[in-house]
């Protein structure tokens, strides 16, 4: 009977391993998006950084531990084997929904996730122990026996607060830097950088350094940490940073703020580490503990109290140093953890430009409110001190040549200096008291306050970046409900299922992982294939033709590909096919709407005598967003039709519409070839193929009239079979437009020629 506990912590061992590649490829957004965003330093220097810090913060992490085994439930109340069953639910849950939510792109709560999932498999076995054991006299009232409620009401209610505190503290210490320093800082005096760098990086030593090396188990160090007087060491610490930092700006001339923002993100990533270690190994390592104090006490394991858990457990200090190893490995070569930074580094970003989520009611809302509460304090406070603060928060003059501007930095130095101060403060007060504290709620909402503060959030783009904040911040909602509710049914099938249910769940687990790692592979694969549209950056009406015919020639190149997709997958019947072409069609309208957005910054950069390119420029992304649209529509009234399982194409309808499909197909390979050589002296020939394709689609929408009024006897399959060929035509039509377009610029060019 033993042997089953043995093969249960191998699996556990072999679950802890994948739970900490899943979870820092979800939680490297925590401590590389300030660094990254601001673009202080290179992004091989900042892995670095990172990867020191948080080879340091898991040696810090062993008091953290004891949340696992003891800080969601009771474990005296729990015997050895269900206490197993409860660690087994949670790890096989945890490596599930946080692949999931990596999948989608998604950062959540590894915290959340743990702390959840913990409290519903610790749940679902005391209702089985108050209801499943015959008359024990229990009903749900007494629940709170076997789950440790106070304390984990407490670090619940700290997850949770942890929104609204870091919000507000990033929000108000942001405010007061920029009043001090403004967005003019390089120009400020240097006494007010050496300041703030003072205060910044005493900060960073006292609750990085020392409250987190305080918590480790680094023999004579650690002694002589905790030995020490916090307010002397503070006030010493103070004097010693302030006198640096005024050495290092006014003497030296070098950058304070590239400073804050070294030490900040090693502070960060080590206060990850040190916070969320507990969250990949506590389990296994409770798991383990458990099986040491129960295989030497001769006694069942249905029988043996866990009284040992809930007693302070000396950490493995080699289990935190390859847990550590393990996390830094994984930061560097998974492309998952160098994906997921993209989203708070958008809605953080200080300009204006493609914003990623759409807005919403509440968001509406929520920005018209904010207007009204604005002028109000306007109209409260004197006009002296408005004046004065918005003059604190006047931008730098953009130059007359804007750069490119997806290169920009998302922020400055200072707005990243604050949001790596604040949340390593935050996080690690929050573990040198033993609260997971959740640091994707923390960095996220501290991103979130500093951007408000810093009027990031204009008219332009408040109601799109809230909306993003909602639709996160909903994401964690679920991540709770989900975490717990599927701990709750794992741990139900294991108690019943025994062995035979373990192996069955981590072979489903198994499965779907490898099937998350193809599909995310293949999904690289499809977008290194996948020509992106370029941003014009040329200041010449030729230069302007010639990067924007590139754009052309992977915009026919895409159509070609969507359009047989589409036409093939409605044929076959293919739901699968249907939504790739579908998912592919949003992609092309979500770039060409890109394009459109960074027409300010192609005007401004064009030079006076060529301003007419704007127009052409104009002309030509409004053809492109027609193909678009067109191609939308055919890929969803397609994927709808077949989704609603309405009749299938008849066969004459087939055969029709596979001959458009070989002609439209002629139509667009040919125009790719030409924009891709700039061969435009060809383009003629186009126009006559696209004459001859609209007559074929004349000729088949005759025909399907007739059918209509002899023989069809399906009003769903003739829509969508008209509404085909009208959406061909205006496709073809639309891509002719552009053809048209550059013809004629041809002809003129070479006219002045």
Not at 381 to 399: D, M, Q, V
Request: glycine share 8%; charged share 20%; aromatic share 12%.
């Amino acid at each position: 009977m033993g042997d089953i506990y043995v093969y249960m912590l191998v699996i556990l061992a072999g679950l802890a391993i994948t739970d900490l590649v899943v979870g820092v490829s979800n939680d490297a957004v925590n401590f590389l998006n300030s660094a990254i965003g601001s673009k202080a330093i290179s992004f091989k220097t900042i892995m670095i950084i990172a990867s020191i810090g948080i080879a340091v913060g898991a040696l810090s992490s062993s008091g953290m531990m004891e949340v696992a085994r003891k800080g969601i439930f009771v474990p005296s109340e729990f015997y050895f084997d269900e206490v197993m069953i409860i660690f087994m639910a949670v790890m096989i849950t945890d490596i599930l929904l946080l692949d999931f939510f990596n999948s989608m792109g998604l950062p959540t709560s590894t915290t959340v996730s743990i702390v959840f999932e913990l409290l519903g498999a610790a749940v679902c076995m005391s209702l089985i122990k108050i209801y499943g054991e015959g008359e024990t006299g229990e009903t749900i009232l007494d629940l709170g026996k076997y789950i440790a409620s106070d304390k984990a009401i407490e670090i619940i209610l700290g997850i949770l607060l942890s929104v609204v505190v870091a919000f507000t503290i990033g929000a108000l210490v942001q405010f007061l830097s920029r009043l001090m320093l403004t967005f003019n800082y390089p120009k400020r005096p240097a006494y007010l950088a050496g300041f703030f760098g003072g205060l910044s990086l005493t900060s960073l030593f006292y609750f990085i350094i020392v409250k987190g090396l305080k918590g480790a188990d680094l023999g004579g160090l650690t002694s002589f940490l905790n030995g020490l007087d916090v307010y002397t060491l503070v006030g010493w610490a103070t004097v010693f940073w302030m006198l640096f930092s005024y050495l290092y700006v006014y003497v030296m001339k070098w950058d304070i703020y590239k400073l804050i923002i070294i030490l900040g993100t090693f502070g960060l990533a080590m206060a990850f580490a040190g916070n969320d270690l507990v969250n990949f190994i506590g389990v296994p390592i409770g798991a383990y503990q458990a099986w040491e104090a129960w295989s030497g006490s001769g006694v069942d394991a249905t029988a043996y109290g866990m009284a040992a858990l809930g007693e302070k457990l000396p950490s493995n200090k080699w289990l935190l140093v390859l847990a550590g190893v393990i996390m830094v490995v994984t930061l560097w070569f998974s492309s998952k953890a160098q994906a997921v930074v993209k989203t708070s580094v958008d809605l953080a970003r200080q300009d204006s430009g493609t914003e990623r989520f759409q807005s919403n009611a509440l968001s509406r809302i929520l920005v018209r409110y904010s207007l009204n509460a604005a002028e109000a304090i306007q109209h409260i406070l004197p006009e002296k001190a408005t004046n004065y603060i918005a003059s604190r928060f006047e931008k730098l003059p953009e130059p007359a040549v804007v750069p490119k501007h997806a290169d920009k930095p998302a922020f400055d130095y200072v707005r990243a200096s604050v949001n790596l101060m604040v949340a390593s403060i935050l996080i690690s007060i929050a573990t040198s008291f033993k609260l997971p504290l959740s640091t994707t709620y923390v960095t996220f909402m501290v991103a979130m306050g500093t951007s408000l503060a810093d009027r990031a959030w204009g008219t332009e783009s408040a109601v799109y970046r809230i909306a993003g904040v909602l639709n996160v911040i909903g994401g964690w909602f679920f991540t709770a409900f989900s975490a717990f509710t599927a701990a709750a049914v794992f741990a139900l099938i294991i108690y019943y299922g025994g062995f035979y249910a373990i192996l069955g769940l981590v072979v489903v687990a198994i499965v779907l992982l490898v099937r998350s790692f193809v599909n995310h592979k293949n999904s690289q694969l499809v977008e290194k294939e996948t020509e992106e549209l370029k941003k014009a950056e040329s200041n010449t009406i030729q230069g302007i033709i010639d990067e924007s015919s590139e754009n052309v020639a992977a915009v026919f190149k895409r159509s070609k590909r969507i359009y047989k997709n589409t036409l093939d997958g409605l044929i076959s019947q293919d739901l699968n096919i249907l939504k790739s072409s579908k998912k592919e069609a949003n992609k092309l309208s979500g770039e060409i709407d890109g394009l459109r957005n960074n027409i300010f910054y192609l005007i401004r950069n064009l030079d006076e005598q060529h301003l007419g390119a704007s127009k052409f420029y104009i002309e030509v992304l409004g053809n492109l967003q027609d193909i678009s649209q067109s191609l939308d529509y055919i890929s969803k009234s397609a994927t709808t039709h077949i989704d609603n399982n309405h009749k299938s194409l008849k066969f004459t309808q087939i055969k029709d519409l596979k001959e458009i499909i070989l002609r439209s197909h002629e139509v667009f390979a040919v125009s790719q070839t030409i924009f891709t050589k700039k061969d435009f002296g060809k383009l003629a020939e186009i126009i006559t193929l696209k004459q001859e394709l609209l007559g074929l689609i004349d000729q088949k929408i005759d025909k399907q009239v007739k059918r209509t009024k002899d023989t069809e006897n399906s009003p769903k399959n003739t829509t969508l079979y008209f509404g085909l060929l009208l959406e061909t035509r205006d496709l073809m039509n639309a891509a002719m437009n552009v053809v048209e377009r550059y013809y004629t610029e041809y002809d003129a060019k070479r006219f002045e020629d």
